[in-house]
């Protein structure tokens, strides 16, 4: 099967080669003005940015096994001493905890050996209190220089353990946390760090927005339990800022965590393997937390995700990093591109309208060679986009997840990257009651209604035109359009999906008529597998 599926690639990987050589080649308006040959450039550039994202992603998927991961001995006495920070900034009494308490509970050795440190950026007297309620060590600062980044630095310093595991205010670790990491550094001397999957208790907000929390997996699953294992491979397993274990040596080798970046976790990451410790992703759930469903908490998170990465190849210039291989450097360049899929997808959604509003040629060519070329490529990039995910994750739905959120991270990625914005730190919201996302919801439905009717408009416009001349080009557009509005219709559905405020997480007696209707529709459209 995996011969078939090097075969089915390796086609792929051709056709679309050759279709974008012809694209570059043959395609561009030059000899039409200077407006068209900008905004044919700009298309043509974002396929060819496309192109790059998949060709790293199946590299990374198909060339590459997933690594073998050693067994270890979880009876063994004689374990090192390990510290455990707990950050926290505003997070409340309640959500803490339960984290303490989760720490508390881990079974070592000798409890003597786990040293828990409660590190609180908020400075709070109740949360100091809290921890001496709890017998615990409580860190706190007068100035939160550098974030989460220096608050565990802070920590670092005040601390002697070999090990240090991080977790995030809501993450509660299961008993064997410790037993299923440390020996892995018993075994390994050169091993920098374990990391466990983020796991959550509560849907993600795309399966609570769309009624579908048992029917598609948590939004993130597929890269804590696929992509990082093969990520191991060509040790450039990500670290994802909680949930994981720490060589302290890797640590001093780095000078601590990285700081001048949103990402201080992935930069961490990056630059302990640069100093040539190995890294280890594992997937088997070790710690628990709360998904957030606030939209506005969502959309502050990745906008913070996608800054910082961002942020990160600026300040390290990741291809010109000594220590990482070039594997590992594209690895981690495709990190930084990913999350411009907001901007590729804004300029796919106003694209096709260029030509059937205004008359503006980005794409000069005729229907039937244009056809010829990109179908067989698209259909087949779609196909081994489902199989390679093992069914986990379709092609249709990161398009829709692409559409919700491309109005806002498009916008945010093009300024951090060309300007340098004043962006803090903002502490993910985390409640098992909902907060009021209505203005949040009503902004973002703003911004999805006016590419929708940007593409209706184009729509009637390609209707009224097709039989004139330069038919395939509206013939084109309309294909377009019309595949955009079936994103965008998806996306309002979401925007408009704000069930009420007071709604309690735990509580899912109720059952909505929405669920079924939306269960059927994505079964078809090959969402839900």
Partial sequence: MRNIKKVLYTF????????????TFFTLPVNLGFIPILFGFIILFVEIWDFFDFFVYYINILMGKKKKVPSIN?????????DIFIATYNESENVLRKTIEGCLNLEYDAQSKIHIYLCDDGNRPNIKKLASSYNINYFAREKRNNAKAGNYNNALNRTTSPYIATFDADMVPEKDFLLSSIPYFMQNEKLGFVQFPQTFYNPDI????????NEIPYEQSYFYNDLQSYKNTI???IYCGTNTVFSRKALKANNGFATGTLSEDI???MLVEAKGYECLALTTTKAIGESVLDLQGFLKQRSRWAKGCIQMSKKYNILHLKGLSLRQKLEYLSCVSYWFFGFRRLIYLIAPTLFAIFGIITIN???KTFLILWLPSYLLKRYMLDILSNKKRSS?????????LAPNLGIDVIKEYFFKTNSNFDVTPKSSVLTNNKNESRKLLLKHLSLLLINLIGIIFAIFKITQTNMAFYIISFMWMFSNIFYLLISIKFDISNRTSNYIINDRATKYKYGSIFKIFFHKKGVIK
């Fill in 396 to 404: 249709t739905w990161s398009k829709i997840y692409e559409t919700i």
């Fill in 267 to 269: 930069a961490t990451g």
């Fill in 235 to 237: 040790n450039s397993a």
């Fill in 74 to 82: 979880t009876n063994i006495s004689n374990l090192p001493e390990v």
């Fill in 365 to 367: 060519c005729d229907l």
């Fill in 206 to 213: 795309f399966q609570y927005r769309f009624y579908l929390e």
């Fill in 12 to 23: 792929m990987f051709l056709l679309t080669f050759i279709y974008i050589f012809w694209r």
